[in-house]
């Protein structure tokens, strides 16, 4: 008798064990249940009350906001790459005069409500009218845009300048080791070869910090900035209409998931050479 005749055949794996029906699944069941609930009713009362002549009338100013929503958050987030850069230098740097100071502008940025920086710079500086005319800085700071494009670019620039030091630090002392045998100046080491494996390991991060700017970009509504939130608490003040906030929320989540699908694309295209 060959030693395949002996050999058992496949078998199907055994069945799962039943689960019991525990507290904290009826628990949960119960929580899916009233969720399901609220979104059919929020859904039922939204169809309900839904007016076109307020959403043809108010659409193209969301519209409007929601550009000027983009192209802030797209400005600040540019600026705060080119700051971040010598800043995350400087936080690595052994010289106390420059790392001290780096770590004191990142501590405050990080560790401050944006919304408090805001004021600081729109009503803050705003007391120092007389002496910005002197300078010739008053017709920068009069303008509510440029107070938040300013105070966004500041905020962006610490949390960018972490990333991006945290990202340098993880790559292996190997990379420069290696270099350093092949003779490799040091200039050309960081850009041709730690830079690129930093940007790799941040390039998650900048995602979310795209985002949470996207979010945290609502509040300069209240500076007088007629952004995609602006422009629903003018429609708001107008119609008294719940379902102006709905719009909104639903133009940001909109957004949020746009910039997050093509965030995830770009990850996976560009560490494809990493997946085995």
Same mark, same amino acid.
């Given at each position: 008798?060959?030693?395949?005749?002996?050999?058992?055949?496949?078998?199907?794996?055994?069945?799962?064990?039943?689960?019991?029906?525990?507290?904290?699944?009826?628990?949960?069941?119960?929580?899916?249940?009233?969720?399901?609930?609220?979104?059919?009713?929020? *859904?039922?009362?939204?169809?309900?009350?839904?007016?076109?002549?307020?959403?043809?009338?108010?659409?193209?100013?969301?519209?409007?906001?929601?550009?000027?929503?983009?192209?802030?958050?797209?400005?600040?987030?540019?600026?705060?790459?080119?700051?971040?850069?010598? !800043?995350? *230098?400087?936080? =690595?740097?052994?010289?106390? /005069?420059?790392?001290?100071?780096?770590?004191?502008?990142?501590? *405050?940025?990080?560790?401050?409500?944006?919304?408090?920086?805001? *004021?600081?710079?729109?009503?803050?500086?705003?007391?120092?009218?007389?002496?910005?005319?002197?300078?010739?800085?008053?017709?920068?700071? #009069?303008?509510?845009?440029?107070?938040?494009?300013?105070?966004?670019?500041?905020?962006?620039?610490?949390?960018?300048?972490?990333?991006?030091?945290?990202?340098?630090?993880?790559?292996?002392?190997?990379?420069?080791?290696?270099?350093?045998?092949?003779?490799?100046?040091?200039?050309?080491?960081?850009?041709?070869?730690?830079?690129?494996?930093?940007?790799?390991?941040?390039?998650?991060?900048?995602?979310?910090?795209?985002? /949470? =700017?996207?979010?945290?970009?609502?509040?300069?509504?209240?500076?007088?900035?007629?952004?995609?939130?602006?422009?629903?608490?003018?429609?708001?003040?107008?119609?008294?209409?719940?379902?102006?906030?709905?719009?909104?929320?639903?133009?940001?989540? =909109?957004?949020?998931?746009? =910039? #997050?699908? !093509?965030?995830?694309?770009?990850?996976?295209?560009?560490? #494809?050479?990493?997946?085995?």
């Amino acid at each position: 008798m060959s030693v395949a005749a002996t050999l058992i055949p496949p078998q199907a794996p055994p069945p799962a064990p039943p689960q019991p029906y525990t507290l904290s699944r009826f628990v949960g069941s119960v929580a899916l249940g009233v969720w399901l609930a609220l979104t059919v009713g929020i *859904f039922l009362t939204v169809v309900n009350g839904w007016d076109p002549a307020k959403f043809a009338k108010y659409g193209p100013s969301y519209l409007s906001g929601l550009g000027v929503t983009l192209l802030l958050v797209a400005i600040s987030i540019s600026l705060g790459a080119l700051v971040s850069l010598p !800043l995350a *230098f400087a936080r =690595m740097s052994k010289n106390k /005069l420059l790392s001290w100071p780096a770590f004191a502008y990142v501590y *405050f940025f990080r560790g401050t409500p944006l919304l408090t920086q805001l *004021f600081l710079v729109y009503y803050g500086l705003g007391s120092f009218s007389a002496e910005l005319k002197a300078l010739g800085l008053w017709g920068f700071f #009069r303008d509510a845009w440029n107070c938040a494009l300013l105070t966004f670019t500041l905020n962006t620039a610490a949390y960018q300048a972490e990333i991006l030091r945290g990202a340098i630090e993880s790559v292996p002392r190997g990379q420069h080791e290696g270099a350093a045998s092949l003779g490799l100046p040091k200039r050309i080491t960081f850009f041709k070869i730690i830079l690129p494996q930093a940007l790799i390991v941040a390039l998650r991060p900048y995602g979310n910090e795209i985002i /949470l =700017m996207i979010k945290g970009s609502a509040i300069v509504a209240i500076v007088t900035v007629f952004d995609l939130m602006g422009e629903t608490r003018r429609a708001f003040s107008r119609t008294f209409d719940y379902q102006t906030y709905l719009w909104a929320a639903l133009l940001y989540l =909109m957004i949020v998931e746009i =910039m #997050r699908n !093509l965030w995830a694309w770009l990850e996976a295209r560009l560490t #494809r050479h990493l997946k085995r």
